[in-house]
Nanobody, 115 residues
Framework: QVQLVESGGGLVQPGGSLRLSCAAS????????VNWFRQAPGKERELVAT???????IYADSVKGRFTISRDNAKSTVYLQMNSLKPEDTAVYYC?????????WGQGTQVTVSS
């Protein structure tokens, strides 16, 4: 059974840090590109960061220099380290694994940045 399970969200003050995890099972994780998306209330889903099977990374301008995406294929897990968090980073964060015509989504984890 294919699964992507996000964890690590929560409430953090502005300037703080969180590390999100996306644990995969049921498919050959290491061959997939993995993306982190986020969706804030009333807004469209936004691509935040991408890591390819070769571990190349791409970031949205809004998070460049603050967020770091990484993967541990031995654990079938992708991480999103989020530093210097801002209130505008508040959203539900989703991971997505994609290869050819296959695409899988997790259920999302809430990140709230507020004082």
């Amino acid at each position: 059974q294919v699964q992507l399970v996000e964890s690590g969200g929560g409430l953090v003050q502005p300037g703080g840090s969180l590390r999100l995890s996306c644990a995969a099972s049921g498919f050959t994780f290491s061959t997939y590109t993995v993306n982190w998306f986020r969706q804030a209330p009333g807004k469209e889903r936004e691509l935040v960061a991408t890591i390819t099977a070769a571990a190349n990374t791409i970031y949205a301008d809004s998070v460049k220099g603050r967020f770091t995406i990484s993967r541990d294929n031995a654990k079938s897990t992708v991480y999103l380290q989020m530093n210097s968090l801002k209130p505008e980073d508040t959203a539900v964060y989703y991971c997505n694994a994609k290869k050819d015509w296959y695409a899988y989504w997790g259920q999302g984890t809430q990140v709230t940045v507020s004082s």
